[in-house]
T-cell receptor
Framework: DAKTTQPPSMDCAEGRAANLPCNHS???????VYWYRQIHSQGPQYIIH???NNETNEMASLIITEDRKSSTLILPHATLRDTAVYYC???????????????FGSGTQLTVLP | ETGVTQTPRHLVMGMTNKKSLKCEQH?????MYWYKQSAKKPLELMFV???????ENNSVPSRFSPECPNSSHLFLHLHTLQPEDSALYLC???????????????FGSGTQLSVL
């Protein structure tokens, strides 16, 4: 699976949009981009995923560049409860794949400030 | 509430104790997982079960013994653990095993284990 690069930490003011970047320059055509987040001392929570097109759900928007080498997770109106570690993961759609391919790196610690 | 429940939430045990962690999912999923998260480290996959059958063991020491009696329940039996096994142990489930890129994991809140 392609590796991802994320900034270790970011701050965002409450009520403003939080834009979390992720670089995945070695991504291949059949790899999805996933975002999860982990609030302190809890299990990770799925946020959103996409392949080529931009995606939006009730939690966030995912913007994938045309060359697919990077993406941005957007939380449109960040709240204090959005403070968490955000993980960007890419993994292949492959029947013979292993669950080990869904690897969580170090992520970005997002702190939403009042 | 993710639909995946883990008990106990916290556990302190001595190195000679035997204890078990329990996970139950109410999502109708067919695959279940154990992950370990040590302090300041990324999540590590430990075991994968698909329709009650173990499909992956990520070179986990034998002092960790998983059990999956049915698709809704998963246990992790612990015996003669070491202090370095202290960590957050997370259970997760998915509709199908993560062999497709379109599958999502649903995690429990974890058991914070301390081995003294």
């Amino acid at each position: 699976d392609a590796k991802t690069t994320q900034p270790p930490s970011m701050d965002c003011a409450e009520g403003r949009a939080a834009n979390l970047p992720c670089n995945h320059s070695t991504i291949s055509g059949n790899e999805y981009v996933y975002w999860y987040r982990q609030i302190h001392s809890q299990g990770p929570q799925y946020i959103i995923h996409g392949l080529k097109n931009n995606e939006t759900n009730e939690m966030a928007s995912l913007i994938i560049t045309e060359d697919r080498k990077s993406s941005t997770l957007i939380l449109p109106h960040a709240t204090l409860r959005d403070t968490a570690v955000y993980y960007c993961i890419v993994r292949v759609n492959q029947l013979s794949g292993s669950a080990r391919q869904l690897t969580f790196g170090s992520g970005t610690q997002l702190t939403v400030l009042p | 509430e993710t639909g995946v429940t883990q008990t106990p939430r916290h556990l302190v045990m001595g190195m000679t104790n035997k204890k078990s962690l329990k996970c139950e999912q109410h999502l109708g999923h067919n695959a279940m997982y154990w992950y370990k998260q040590s302090a300041k480290k990324p999540l590590e996959l430990m075991f994968v079960y698909n329709f009650k059958e173990q499909t992956e063991n990520n070179s986990v020491p034998s002092r960790f013994s998983p059990e999956c009696p049915n698709s809704s329940h998963l246990f992790l039996h612990l015996h003669t653990l070491q202090p370095e096994d202290s960590a957050l142990y997370l259970c997760a489930s998915s509709r199908a095993v993560l062999t497709r890129g379109n599958e999502k994991l649903f995690f429990g809140s974890g058991t914070q284990l301390s081995v003294l």
